[in-house]
């Protein structure tokens, strides 16, 4: 089982949708998540950090972390096609983050 | 004021021959990293040092030699490279080693092995 997993899609959405990624981690001693941005060619970014259960709202950005599920989300509300980018998600069990393979978005206009 | 940097952008090199890769940080953080990201986006990590220790050491061939000689700098050295060692190498830096800390990325490094 890989520790951390998302569905790799793409994921395509019209503009002005809500796009909903999705990610299951397996170490449960896992305290810290996080939401990255690539953009083709570039770094990753972060966009959200979620520690606690329940939901984080930041602008057009929701995390929703439930920790008995091992399970946690991004919402993206509006969405843009400045959004296309692959979106990782990242725990932190321990010293290192540990990364998913990234679900790719691509929002049409 | 680029926070994180790291050089070569590109490489371009011959299998066996020797590179390396450096990486500065001017955040004042205490911990870097290094990631490889692979054709298929899936971002690995590599090493870690905190305060010049090295805290992180994934199953990596000893052909990857990091070395920081001060907590902002965190270089890689590859000797004998290989095709498969073709990817993009991500430095990247935090705060702390542990905690919330979020990474901050250099730009990558491309690495292509012929």
């Known amino acids: 089982q890989k520790e951390v997993e998302q569905n790799s899609g793409p994921l395509s959405v019209p503009e002005g949708a809500i796009a909903s990624l999705n990610c299951t981690y397996s170490d449960r001693g896992s305290q810290s998540f996080f939401w990255y941005r690539q953009y083709s060619g570039k770094s990753p970014e972060l966009i959200m950090s979620?520690?606690?259960?329940g939901d984080k709202e930041d602008g057009r950005f929701t995390a929703q972390l439930n920790k008995a599920s091992q399970y946690v989300s991004l919402l993206i509300r509006d969405s843009q096609p400045s959004d296309s980018a692959t979106y990782l998600c990242?725990?932190?069990?321990?010293?290192?983050?540990?990364f998913g393979a990234g679900t790719r978005l691509f929002v049409k206009a | 004021d680029t926070a994180v940097s790291q050089t070569p952008k590109y490489l371009v090199t011959q299998m066996g021959n020797d590179k390396s890769i450096k990486c500065e940080q001017n955040?004042?953080?205490?911990?870097m990293y290094w990631y490889k990201q692979d054709s298929k986006k899936f971002l690995k990590i590599m090493f870690s040092?905190?305060?010049?220790?090295?805290?992180i050491n994934e199953t990596v061939p000893n052909r990857f030699s990091p070395k920081s000689p001060d907590k902002a700098h965190l270089n890689l050295h590859i000797n004998s490279l290989e095709l498969g060692d073709s990817a993009v190498y991500f430095c990247?830096?935090?705060?702390?080693?542990?905690?919330?800390?979020?990474?901050?990325f250099g730009s990558g490094t491309q690495l292509s092995v012929l």
């Open positions: 955040l004042g953080h205490d911990t």
């Open positions: 990242a725990v932190k069990p321990g010293f290192k983050t540990i």
């Open positions: 040092y905190n305060n010049k220790e090295l805290i």
């Open positions: 990247a830096s935090s705060l702390t080693k542990g905690g919330n800390e979020k990474l901050f």
């Open positions: 979620i520690y606690s259960n």
